[in-house]
Structure formats: C-alpha cells, structure tokens
C-alpha cells in the first residue's frame, strides 16, 4: 500500500459470484417454502375439485404482500405457498439491489443511476401493481 | 379432476418442460402456458401468472452457475433492464384488457418464430472492436474469457438493442414467457456481442423482467397457489436436472422432439385464438 492508494474497487467478477451464490440460497429457500405449503395445501384440500377454468381471481388476502404474510403467520396453506412465491419474485430484484451496491463501490454514478431506476420499477410493480 | 390429481398432472408436465427446456438451451417457459390452457384447460391469466414464477425460479436459479465462468455483461444486462422493465410493466398493464383470443393467436406466432429460430444453425458472427459512440459512453465494452485466453469485445447499436428489448418485456409479460429468444436476438445479432455473453446475460435479464409484471399480476390476482406451486416447483426440478445431464444427453434429436411439440402447440393456439374457443 502507498500513500496514493487508489480508492477502493470492487472487482465484476467477485461481485458477480457473490450474487450468483446469494441467488441460488434465495431460489432454494423460496422454493422450500413453497414445498411446504404446496404439501399443506394438499393435504388440507387435496379432494375438492379443481376448477380453474373460469377466472375469478384469488381472494383479496392472497394479492397483497401485508395479507399474504399475515395469513402464512397463521398457517394458511394457500398463504404459504404464496409467501414462497413472493419471496422468489424478490430474488432477481435482490439481485438489482446489490448490483446498486457493487456500482456505488465503484463510484460508478452514470450506473447508480440506471440501477436505480430499475429498482424502482420493480418496487412499483411488486409493492403497488398496477390497477 | 381433484385439487390433488391437477397438481400431481401438472407436477409431471412442468417438469418435462422444465428438463427438455434446459436441455435443449430453448428454456421450458415457453410450452408452460400452452400445456396449462390446452391440456389442463386452465384460464390462460392464471396459466401466465404460474409461468412467470416458474421464469423466475430457473432464471435465478441457473444463475450461479453462469456467473461462475465470468461470461455476462452486467453494464449491458442493467441498461436494457430499464427496457425490459418498462416492457414489462406496460405489458402487465395492457393484459388486463387484451381479448384471450388476441393473446392466443400472439402466442401462437411466437411458438412458431421459436420453432423456425431453433432449427436454423446458428451463425457465428465476427466480434468487432471498433469503438462506438453509446457504447464507449456508457462503457459497455468488455472482454470474456475463451481457451485462448480473455477476448475482447465491443457493442454496438444500442438504441436497436433497446428498442427490440422494450418489445420483449412486452411480450414477457402478456405471454407470461421469458423471451430469452428475443433478448438473445437482440444481443448476439444486432449488437454484436459474443453468444455466450448473450445468453447468459439474458438469463440475467430473465429473472428479473418476469418479476416486474410476476409483481403487478400477484396484485391482480392471477397467481394461484394451487397452480402455481406445482408449476414452480416442476419446472425449477426438471431445469436443474437438465442441466447436470447437459454434457451426456445429445441434444440434437432432443431439440427436434421439442421443437415438433412446439409446432403443435403453435397450431392448436392459433386455432383456438381465430375460432375463439380458448
């Protein structure tokens, strides 16, 4: 190390194993929970007919993330499952995430931007939807 | 039919997607929606919310495992999220009020440019590294590593790119698909990146696409636990079956059978969407 350290850089690469490696955690625990709950769900109501060829729409505590979570907190089978399957839509956006982190590391201010810009896209869509 | 029996059905069905997708590099997210509406006559909104969740899960999925080798482009797969996502959410929002039959008929098209793309060979382009005003602006050229060593390279056209990468967020999101033929269309083809780092950066790009309308149809309620967990967990097996045996199996008989199944759901959805009766 000198005086003249340059200012700390992240390589592309490392960050880029690191997010594929978290990626994979959040792939495998999302679909764990969406196992438990699918199995749940079965048992609980396996026998009733299915009939989904005509949409209805799920139920208002299904659509919402506060409902979803509320509901999975009280052993909601259906609920479960869908806790599983919003945790999976919020890995790629994780995934944006840290890439926002590994840019501002780099002092990278056209990219924060970009990135940022994305994210937000997402958060919109995954926290409001559009109506 | 029971709650159970559709589950175990579909189970099957998305695993063989999932497993004939990786294997044949074509991705299982296509023949999802076509197998859940015409075989398991299941409303075609619930049939794209399950699918993009299952377009999720191998995207992320397969991931780890692509990054490892060094090969995407993380400047280009962020820039032409901004498309993508735009795409996607404009997309989700037309959806609501798009006649199925209109939705069929598209997907119809798209099964069969999958089919046409699939068997014609891939031509290798020349890598160019003359510099280029948007690419060297926004940095997007970079090297990736081949036998002989790191190889550069440079993009070009960007606003081509981007343009053809807002239509596939679109579509992603009315047909509940990935679009990883497009977006690698876009890549390799008209912006010259090498096809390795074309597809692995629009597996990337995937995962994160199908969240912003996966998001909006969570809110409108087309995703369905029932349906949806089956898919998921079907598809997400069969993709990371397929690629452990990916250096064993002999993919060219295996990318004729599926693309021959393609075909058939080609013509049976565009049918279905001029007489009406999806």
């Given at each position: 190390m000198t005086e003249h350290a340059p200012p700390p850089r992240v390589s592309d690469d490392a960050v880029e194993q690191f997010i594929g490696r978290l990626l994979q955690i959040g792939v495998l625990v999302a679909a764990a929970v969406?196992?438990?709950?699918?199995?749940?769900?079965?048992?609980?109501?396996?026998?009733?007919?299915?009939?989904?060829?005509?949409?209805?729409?799920?139920?208002?505590?299904?659509?919402?993330?506060?409902?979803?979570?509320?509901?999975?907190?009280?052993?909601?089978?259906?609920?479960?499952?869908?806790l599983g399957l919003v945790m999976l839509i919020a890995t790629p956006i994780a995934r944006v995430a840290f890439t926002l982190i590994a840019f501002a590391l780099q002092r990278d201010r056209v990219y924060v931007g970009v990135t940022l810009l994305v994210l937000a896209l997402l958060l919109f869509g995954l926290f409001f939807g559009i109506a | 039919m029971t709650v159970l029996t559709l589950a175990l059905f579909v189970a099957g069905g998305s695993f063989c997607a999932g497993l004939l997708g990786a294997l044949t590099g074509l991705g299982g997210g296509i023949v999802v929606v076509p197998m859940l509406t015409l075989l398991f006559h299941v409303d075609l909104r619930y049939a794209v919310g399950a699918s993009l969740v299952s377009v999720i899960a191998t995207s992320s999925g397969a991931a780890a495992a692509y990054v490892r080798e060094g090969f995407t482009n993380v400047r280009v797969g962020i820039l032409l999220e901004?498309?993508?996502?735009?795409?996607?959410?404009?997309?989700?929002?037309?959806?609501?009020?798009?006649?199925?039959?209109?939705?069929?008929?598209?997907?119809?098209?798209?099964?069969?440019?999958?089919?046409?793309?699939?068997?014609?060979?891939?031509v290798e382009h020349t890598l160019l590294t003359t510099p280029d005003a948007w690419s060297s602006r926004l940095r997007l050229d970079s090297d990736y590593p081949t036998p002989g060593g790191r190889q550069a390279y440079s993009v070009r056209r960007v606003p081509a790119g981007f343009g053809i990468?807002?239509?596939?967020?679109?579509?992603?999101?009315?047909?509940?698909?990935?679009?990883?033929?497009?977006?690698?269309?876009?890549?390799?083809?008209?912006m010259g990146l090498p096809f390795k780092v074309s597809t692995t950066t629009?597996?990337?790009?995937?995962?994160?696409?199908?969240?912003?309308?996966?998001?909006?149809?969570?809110?409108?309620g087309y995703i369905d636990p029932a349906i949806a967990f089956p898919v998921m967990?079907?598809?997400?097996?069969?993709?990371?079956?397929?690629?452990?045996?990916?250096?064993?199996?002999?993919?060219?008989?295996?990318?004729k059978v599926f693309t021959g199944i393609v075909v058939v759901m080609a013509i049976e959805m565009l049918y279905k969407g001029f007489t009406g009766s999806l």
């Open positions: 969406t196992l438990a709950g699918g199995i749940l769900l079965v048992a609980q109501h396996g026998r009733s007919p299915a009939d989904y060829g005509t949409f209805r729409g799920e139920p208002y505590y299904l659509r919402s993330l506060t409902g979803v979570l509320r509901a999975a907190l009280s052993m909601d089978s259906r609920a479960i499952v869908q | 901004v498309a993508t996502t735009v795409g996607a959410l404009i997309g989700a929002a037309l959806a609501g009020f798009t006649p199925t039959s209109a939705l069929a008929v598209l997907f119809g098209v798209v099964l069969l440019y999958t089919a046409i793309r699939s068997l014609r060979p891939r990468m807002f239509g596939a967020g679109v579509l992603s999101a009315l047909l509940g698909i990935g679009s990883g033929i497009l977006k690698v269309l876009a890549m390799d083809q008209v629009s597996n990337f790009m995937i995962g994160v696409t199908a969240a912003a309308s996966a998001g909006v149809y969570l809110h409108r967990l079907g598809v997400l097996c069969g993709a990371l079956l397929g690629a452990r045996i990916l250096t064993r199996a002999n993919p060219e008989w295996l990318r």
